[in-house]
């Protein structure tokens, strides 16, 4: 819904105004999903490093730069081209688990990776064979 919804308020909006609405939409829920846990926010615990804490504000600054280059790319092309490259987040987290975390891959997440790259290549494939209407 946000990428269809993007494209269509892309004509009416600057990226950057309607990404900062909706996450002024979705901060009460951040909030209270945040506190709903211990009743406090377990970032702000006592003992915590500045490792920890600088971490953490930089993947939400990476994740709010990232939210606003997809709402970009939507207001630069149709919802239905840039909407499949989107699947590949989780391709990729999944991949910067196993080098960084040294998480464990399974069949299922080598399957699953196959699957999204398999169907983008696909796509990509049978949009250039597919005509073009003027």
Same mark, same amino acid.
């Given at each position: 819904?946000? &990428?269809?919804?993007?494209? +269509?308020?892309?004509?009416?909006?600057?990226?950057?105004?309607?990404?900062? $609405?909706?996450?002024?939409?979705?901060?009460?829920? =951040?909030?209270?999903? @945040?506190?709903?846990?211990?009743?406090?926010?377990?970032?702000?615990?006592?003992?915590?490093?500045?490792? =920890?804490? @600088?971490?953490?504000?930089?993947?939400?600054?990476?994740?709010?730069?990232?939210? &606003?280059?997809?709402?970009?790319? =939507?207001?630069? +092309?149709? +919802?239905?081209?840039?909407?499949?490259? &989107?699947?590949?987040?989780?391709?990729?987290?999944?991949? $910067?688990?196993?080098?960084?975390?040294?998480?464990?891959?399974?069949?299922?997440?080598?399957?699953?990776? +196959? $699957?999204?790259?398999?169907?983008? &290549?696909?796509?990509? $494939?049978?949009?250039?064979?597919?005509?073009?209407?003027?």
């Amino acid at each position: 819904m946000q &990428f269809y919804t993007g494209r +269509a308020l892309s004509r009416h909006m600057h990226p950057m105004a309607f990404g900062s $609405l909706v996450h002024l939409l979705i901060l009460p829920l =951040v909030v209270a999903l @945040a506190l709903a846990g211990n009743g406090r926010f377990e970032l702000l615990q006592a003992g915590q490093s500045s490792l =920890v804490i @600088a971490a953490s504000i930089g993947l939400g600054l990476a994740y709010c730069a990232g939210y &606003f280059c997809q709402m970009s790319a =939507v207001r630069s +092309a149709p +919802a239905s081209i840039v909407i499949p490259y &989107f699947n590949l987040e989780p391709v990729m987290t999944t991949l $910067l688990a196993v080098i960084f975390l040294k998480e464990e891959l399974t069949p299922l997440h080598l399957a699953g990776a +196959a $699957l999204v790259i398999g169907s983008l &290549f696909a796509m990509t $494939l049978l949009r250039r064979r597919t005509p073009e209407t003027p």
